[in-house]
């Protein structure tokens, strides 16, 4: 089966998804294509959250450009989609004069790069900010506008709202060839061949993250290739208060080691940076060893025994430049590039999906807003911060909002049903995690994940022997479940 659209976008990562939700409101046929079973299974998931400043890129390179402006949207698409995001402020500590000068290095960055407010502060100041940053930091750059979110939480919500304007998505479709010919009007068409079907289009959009060079490489386009820039991430246990980020001052290829709290009040060490074999995920003692160090230096009561899960993820860089790939194939007229969004790509994402569609414009394609497009996604009830009122208005409604199954995030069943049903659901139970954070405690599923498995089965009509932890083949139950018939 063939299924024809004006725009094909490969890749449901957080860059993929504010794409598809930023052309959501044109009067256009739009049709996400990714090739695991979810939203946000690459580098969006194995990320830290951190909505950057826009300090750190050189100014006048790509991520410069789209950095500052993506962080100064988050307010806007936090209020129209839902989802958390807590803008905190953050601070560089530095220890010496050397630090110092790199600090205000950075300063001037972020002041060509249009990042506000920007200021050196000196030990008093950084404990009013931070109390609990380093009695050894000497200075440290204040920026106001740094923040953070939950990455894939961002991604769903993008990818929400534009189903619910239109966009289809279409899951477990791995592109396996893109035949790419020209029609009658002159114009490029594109067809994609995945296991889920094929996908014709007038305009092809990669947004496939470390699969991009993969996706650029069969539309005969550039031909570029990725580095698997590996990063080790730990997340601690809640804190009573949550920390604000603090940065070491950055290497070249780096940020560094950074704290930061969240917007579920965990504690997450992020992330090393080691050039390693592509689709490594495997957590390195070395690199959680170097983490917890890390962190130790910026903040040195950190209980770092609080650790709940370490897990990795690669960054999708370019090999020979540090720089976002965004724009019309050289190559290829109708294809177009969002390719090497590695870090500040989260921060950046809301930006990128703004300059693709100028970019868009730029080539010629016809963008005429919907008269029914609507920005707003409400966001599902979450029974752990709801107020006491609402909690029982809930339960009245439903008794399943009072069975609780995750004691430790205190999800109820009628949450991870409602996870289930949207539209795009959870079809696995990582994929339920995610959604609604069953799972996502310090018993690290210990307790809930049997609970999970069977109203997966129940809600999906499949036996709990089908039923994933996530990709396909990851299979957690072998014949009959307990207490399940």
Known sequence: MTETFDIAIVGAGITGCAIARQLARFDLSICVVEAANDIALGASKANGGLVHAGYDPTPGTVKAQVNARGCELYGTWAQELGFLFCRTGSMVLGFNDED?????????????????????????????????????????????????????????????????NGVTF???????????????????????????????CRYLINAAGNGAADISHMAGAEEFQMVWRQGNIVVLDKEPRTLMPLYPVPTPVSKGVIVTGTVHGNTVITA???????????????????????????????????????????????????????????????????????????????????RMEQVLRNAGVTLRERA??????????????????????????DPAWGQIVCRCETVPEAEIVTAIRRRPGAVSVEGVKRRCRAGMGRCQSGFCQSRVVAILARELDCDPSEVLLEDAGSWLVEGPLKGVR
């Open 170 to 200: 279409m899951r477990s479709a791995p592109v396996e060839a893109i035949e790419v010919a020209g029609s009658d009007d002159g114009a490029t068409r594109f067809t994609l061949a995945t296991p889920a079907g094929d996908v014709r």
């Open 100 to 164: 110092r000068a790199h600090l205000e290095q950075l300063r001037c960055n972020g002041l060509a790069n249009g990042v506000p407010e920007l200021s050196i502060v000196g030990p008093d100041r950084i404990h009013i900010l931070e109390p609990r940053a380093s009695a050894n930091a000497t200075c440290a750059l204040w920026c106001p506008s740094t923040g953070f979110v939950d990455p894939f939480e961002v991604a769903i919500a993008a990818l929400e709202n534009a189903v619910a």
């Open 272 to 354: 090393t940076a080691a050039v390693r074999e592509p689709g490594d995920t495997q957590t390195y003692a070395s690199d959680v060893n170097a983490l917890l160090t890390g962190a130790r230096k910026l903040v040195p009561d950190l209980d770092t025994r609080r650790v709940v899960r370490a897990f990795a993820g690669g960054r999708p860089v370019i090999q020979g430049t540090n720089d976002f790939f965004i724009g019309q194939s050289a190559v290829v007229p109708g294809l177009f590039q969002a390719a090497g969004i590695q870090s500040p790509g989260v921060a950046s994402a809301p930006a990128i999906a703004e």
């Open 372 to 397: 029914d497009w609507d920005p707003i996604r409400l966001a599902p009830d979450d029974f752990d911060r709801a107020p006491l009122a609402r909690k029982e208005e809930l339960i009245e409604s």
